[in-house]
Structure formats: C-alpha cells, structure tokens
C-alpha cells in the first residue's frame, strides 16, 4: 500500500469534489504531481508551503504523500509510477516483457501553489501541464497534452507524445521532445534540444552556446546570437529551415540538403573544393563557432537577425 | 547529447579518434549522462556483434545478392521487390558482409509491429564484425551505424509487439502514426541514398532517420500506461 510505501509523514484528504489545503514544506522540496486526466496548473509564491486545490469527482481523493525531500500529489484511483511496462532483452531469444496494471483512472484539475525554487515533477497521460515562474528544476511528462512552462533553471525537461510543448524565460539544460506536437521555445539561454518527429520548431531570442534542433516532418525556425566556440545544429526531413543571426556573426557554416534551395543574407563564396555532394561548408568572419544546418526536402534560409520579423 | 558527440562515440570505441578529439570526447561524457549510456550500449552492441554466433536466416538471400554484385558493378540493386515488393535497395559496391546487414535493415526499417495480433517472424540478424569493417570508406562506416540500428530496431519492434495490450490505445495509434512518418522518411533518404550512393550527407540523414526510429522505439515502454 501507498501509506506503507511513503514510510514518512503522510497525509490522506478525502474531500468531495473540491480540494484546498496548504501546508509547510521545504523551499527545496521536489513537488511530484501525477495526473490521470485533466489539468495540473503550478503557480509560485514565496512562502515555505504548498497550496493544493483540486476539483475533481465525488468518489476521488487526493492523496499529499510526503516522504523525505518529496512531496508527491495524486489520485488514490490512479498511481503514474505503478503502471509502467518493461521490456528486458537479454540476447536474440530472450525477451521479458513485464506489465503492472494500473488503478482506475479519474479526471482532476489541480491548481497547485509552491516555493518558486522547488523543483518539479509534473505529468500524466492525458493532462495539460503549466508551471508559472518556477525558478528551479521543472521535468514534465505526458502523453497526451499540452505542456507551458515560463521559467525554471537547472535541468528543464518536457517530453509528449501528442501535445504541444511552449517553454519562455528558461535556463539551464533545456530538453523539450515530442513525438507529434510543435515546441516553441523563447527568450531561453543554456544547452538547448529540442526534437519532435512530426512537428514545427520555433525559437526565438536564444543565447546558448550548444543548441540542437531536429524535426522530421515540420519547419525549424531560429533567432539567437551565435556564441565563439558554440554548437548549433538545425535539421529536419520534411520542412524548411530558418535561421536568423547577428550579422558579425563568426562561424563555420555547413548546409546540406536533398531537395531543396539555400538562400543567405551574408556574403560568401563558394569553394569548389568543399562541396560534397548535397553539402558544403562555408565561413564567416573568423568561423570560430559551427553551424549545421540541413534540410533533407527543404528549403534553408540563413538570415541576419536585423532582419527578424517582428513576433 | 548532440549529434556532434554521438557521431564520434562509435570512432571513439574503434580507437579512430585523434588524440585531442578523444579526450574533448571524455571531458563531455563526465557531464553527458546521455553519452554515457548511449557509448555503453554501443558498446554491449559491438561485443554482442563480436561474440554472436548469428542465426540462419528463413531465406539465404546471398547467393541472389552476390549474383546481383556480379551482375550490376556497384549499381542499385532490387533485393526487396523479389520478396515483398518492397521499393528498391541500395546495395552498390559495398563489402559483402555489409550488403547483407543491410538487407537486413531493409527488412527490419520498413515496419511497426506494435497492435499486431501476434508476433512476426523473427528477422535473420546478420550482424557484422566490426573487425570487418575497418579501413571501409566513411560512407559505409556510417551505414554499418545505420545497420546496428536496424538491428536493434528489429529486436524492439519485436518485443513491443509480443503485448502491447498494457499500452494506451490511443498512445499506441499516435505513435504508430509517427513511426509510418519515419518510415517515410526512411524510405525517402534510402531512395537518395540509392541515387547518390557516395553523399556522406544522404549516408549520415539515413542513419539519423533510423536512429531517431531507434530511439522513439526504446522509449516507447516507458510511455504512461493508462489500462491493464
């Protein structure tokens, strides 16, 4: 059982339809909440405590389970962490395949206050997720739902399979990966990945000395300084690529594509000599920072920023 | 982990790393989680390829491929449409032992066996030595990636299909979807690929495709199941 599991303080509400209780934690505490269905809002304050309202059925109730530095917050219908499946391969006929059945779902909406700097572990399979200025750690996961997050340092992480994911004001190591949903990604610094199999890719105003960009179906579009020894990778297979940049920028440019066009706003001569097949490389200024950008079936722009559009 | 590093980590296993490459690669992995367990898989890949006996394949394609080798000097080869009907594949003037293994992935890249009522066959594993492959062009070295990932695909593919009954329904459409999407892409570059055989470009956005397909495989079990 759950209460055995926790081993810690441990509280149990049983309320009907609504939910509101706070209580004391510590600034640093990781604040889990697992959600079967319907939508999870994280707000922060500066008091050491965490505000938990909650709208769900009669039959539900929400469960505060706090367990060292954790606080974890759900359904008692519902547990995220009991309901994987695992897959063992110990060689070509040995595979294990291992499924823990899941509890009845419930549908809940939670608003949820806490310490800003709290880190955060927020998701479930068909849950909207919004964490508002969060300073510290923020790991988002569903499967299908919409992610926003304005804010968080450290490890920033999203990750859905049918959902859009919008992250503003982050920094830190930032990875933001859908299976099919477009990730917008704004005014954020650190080492950035973003990657999404069927969808569009949007960055605007990135200083990041290590950015990487993949889409298989859908355009990739970026607006950022371009740092001296950084790493900028841009590609996609279906779709065009966009980049805009300082204009003083220095860089070693590389673009490859299949089908497609290359047009640029910077003066460049191309060297015969290194044109490979469907790539060639090229610099600009003293080409101390590198930048891949290859779009398969697609057309690539490279930009000076000057000449971004307005958002 | 960015392609940049994930590009060198087989060179980097194969000792093909220039000293100063290799140790900016080893002050990356104290910081990259990633890295590190992509190199360890990699790795148990290359030591598993090295000691597994392999497998008699259902059908020994070979004879037809080496028949074809002689016939073709190097030019597309349509092993696939003799079986299946499948588009043509490249096969041109790679190694013998590579031609095979990417037969294989041939088989092995242009399927999603998630939902399916039962399991297929097992695919043929003709993994190569890596041995082999030393002193081959860049090209082909990137295709031998290529083919480890088919390989592996082949294997998850395979154990996802044996009960999928756990995962969402709709999860499992969405990512059946997004996995034809791959597919298609797949298909795409194999095609430029078998019309430009030589492009590092088309060799490397091949082994991308598949390795992106790898990875949205292997994290497909860890995606929230939602009934029993």
Same mark, same amino acid.
């Given at each position: 059982?759950?209460?055995?599991?926790?081993?810690?303080?441990?509280?149990?509400?049983?309320?009907?339809?609504?939910?509101?209780?706070?209580?004391?934690?510590?600034?640093?505490?990781?604040?889990?909440?697992?959600?079967?269905?319907?939508?999870?809002?994280?707000?922060?304050?500066?008091?050491?405590?965490?505000?938990?309202?909650?709208?769900?059925?009669?039959?539900?109730?929400?469960?505060?389970?706090?367990?060292?530095?954790?606080?974890?917050?759900?359904?008692?219908?519902?547990?995220?962490?009991?309901?994987?499946?695992?897959?063992?391969?110990?060689?070509?006929?040995?595979?294990?395949?291992?499924?823990?059945?899941?509890?009845?779902?419930?549908?809940?909406?939670?608003?949820?206050?806490?310490?800003?700097?709290?880190?955060?572990?927020?998701?479930?399979?068909?849950?909207?997720?919004?964490?508002?200025?969060?300073?510290?750690?923020?790991?988002?996961?569903?499967n299908e739902g919409d992610v926003s997050i304005r804010g968080g340092s450290g490890r920033v992480t999203a990750q859905t399979v049918e959902g859009d994911i919008t992250v503003r004001r982050a920094q830190g190591n930032i990875r933001l990966v859908s299976v099919d949903g477009d990730i917008t990604l704004e005014d954020a610094s650190g080492d950035i990945l973003a990657e999404t199999t069927d969808g569009e890719i949007r960055m605007v105003n990135i200083n990041s000395s290590n950015v990487e960009a993949f889409s298989v179906d859908?355009?990739?579009?970026?607006?950022?300084?371009?740092?001296?020894?950084?790493?900028?990778?841009?590609?996609?297979?279906?779709?065009?690529?966009?980049?805009?940049?300082?204009?003083?920028?220095?860089?070693?440019?590389?673009?490859?594509?299949?089908?497609?066009?290359?047009?640029?706003?910077?003066?460049?001569?191309?060297?015969?000599?290194?044109?490979?097949?469907?790539?060639?490389?090229?610099?600009?200024?003293?080409?101390?920072?590198?930048?891949?950008?290859?779009?398969?079936?697609?057309?690539?722009?490279?930009?000076?920023?000057?000449?971004?559009?307005?958002? | 982990?960015?392609?940049?590093?994930?590009?060198?980590?087989?060179?980097?296993?194969?000792?093909?790393?220039?000293?100063?490459?290799?140790?900016?690669?080893?002050?990356?992995?104290?910081?990259?989680?990633?890295?590190?367990?992509?190199?360890?898989?990699?790795?148990?890949?290359?030591?598993?390829?090295?000691?597994?006996?392999?497998?008699?394949?259902?059908?020994?394609?070979?004879?037809?491929?080496?028949?074809?080798?002689?016939?073709?000097?190097?030019?597309?080869?349509?092993?696939?449409?003799?079986?299946?009907?499948?588009?043509?594949?490249?096969?041109?003037?790679?190694?013998?032992?590579?031609?095979?293994?990417?037969?294989?992935?041939?088989?092995?890249?242009?399927?999603?066996?998630?939902?399916?009522?039962?399991?297929?066959?097992?695919?043929?594993?003709?993994?190569?030595?890596?041995?082999?492959?030393?002193?081959?062009?860049?090209?082909?070295?990137?295709?031998?990636?290529?083919?480890?990932?088919?390989?592996?695909?082949?294997?998850?593919?395979?154990?996802?299909?044996?009960?999928?009954?756990?995962?969402?329904?709709?999860?499992?459409?969405?990512?059946?979807?997004?996995?034809?999407?791959?597919?298609?892409?797949?298909?795409?570059?194999?095609? /430029?690929?078998?019309?430009?055989?030589?492009? /590092?470009?088309?060799?490397?956005?091949?082994?991308?495709?598949?390795?992106?397909?790898?990875?949205?495989?292997?994290?497909?079990?860890?995606?929230?199941?939602?009934?029993?």
């Amino acid at each position: 059982m759950l209460m055995t599991i926790a081993g810690g303080i441990m509280a149990a509400l049983t309320l009907v339809q609504q939910t509101d209780t706070t209580f004391a934690v510590d600034p640093a505490a990781r604040i889990n909440v697992s959600n079967y269905a319907g939508g999870i809002v994280v707000r922060t304050w500066t008091r050491n405590a965490v505000r938990v309202q909650a709208s769900h059925s009669r039959r539900d109730q929400i469960i505060v389970d706090r367990a060292g530095a954790e606080v974890r917050i759900r359904s008692a219908n519902w547990r995220r962490d009991a309901d994987h499946f695992d897959v063992q391969i110990d060689g070509p006929d040995r595979v294990g395949v291992q499924i823990r059945s899941p509890r009845r779902p419930s549908i809940i909406d939670y608003e949820i206050t806490v310490p800003a700097s709290a880190p955060l572990d927020l998701g479930g399979p068909y849950t909207d997720v919004t964490a508002e200025g969060v300073n510290g750690e923020v790991s988002i996961k569903v499967n299908e739902g919409d992610v926003s997050i304005r804010g968080g340092s450290g490890r920033v992480t999203a990750q859905t399979v049918e959902g859009d994911i919008t992250v503003r004001r982050a920094q830190g190591n930032i990875r933001l990966v859908s299976v099919d949903g477009d990730i917008t990604l704004e005014d954020a610094s650190g080492d950035i990945l973003a990657e999404t199999t069927d969808g569009e890719i949007r960055m605007v105003n990135i200083n990041s000395s290590n950015v990487e960009a993949f889409s298989v179906d859908g355009d990739v579009w970026f607006s950022g300084t371009i740092q001296a020894r950084g790493r900028y990778s841009f590609n996609t297979h279906d779709g065009d690529v966009t980049v805009y940049v300082p204009r003083a920028t220095s860089a070693r440019i590389t673009v490859a594509t299949f089908d497609g066009e290359f047009s640029t706003d910077f003066p460049f001569t191309l060297d015969t000599r290194r044109v490979r097949g469907h790539r060639f490389t090229f610099s600009v200024g003293s080409g101390a920072a590198e930048i891949d950008v290859e779009a398969f079936d697609g057309d690539i722009e490279l930009r000076y920023l000057e000449r971004r559009p307005a958002r | 982990m960015s392609d940049h590093w994930a590009t060198k980590l087989s060179a980097y296993l194969d000792d093909e790393l220039a000293p100063e490459d290799a140790a900016a690669l080893e002050a990356h992995l104290t910081r990259c989680e990633e890295c590190v367990t992509a190199l360890g898989e990699l790795r148990a890949v290359m030591a598993w390829a090295d000691s597994y006996p392999g497998r008699a394949p259902a059908t020994d394609v070979w004879p037809r491929i080496s028949a074809r080798l002689h016939h073709t000097r190097g030019g597309p080869v349509d092993l696939l449409n003799e079986r299946s009907g499948r588009p043509p594949w490249l096969i041109g003037a790679l190694p013998k032992a590579l031609a095979a293994g990417i037969a294989l992935m041939a088989v092995a890249g242009g399927s999603w066996l998630l939902g399916r009522a039962s399991a297929p066959a097992v695919p043929a594993l003709a993994v190569i030595p890596v041995a082999e492959m030393r002193g081959v062009p860049s090209t082909d070295v990137t295709m031998l990636q290529a083919e480890k990932y088919a390989a592996a695909i082949a294997e998850l593919e395979m154990a996802l299909s044996a009960r999928t009954a756990g995962l969402d329904s709709g999860t499992v459409r969405i990512l059946n979807e997004k996995l034809h999407v791959i597919d298609r892409a797949i298909a795409d570059a194999r095609r /430029a690929l078998a019309s430009d055989p030589n492009s /590092a470009y088309l060799a490397q956005h091949f082994t991308r495709m598949m390795r992106h397909k790898l990875i949205l495989l292997r994290n497909a079990p860890r995606f929230t199941v939602t009934q029993g």
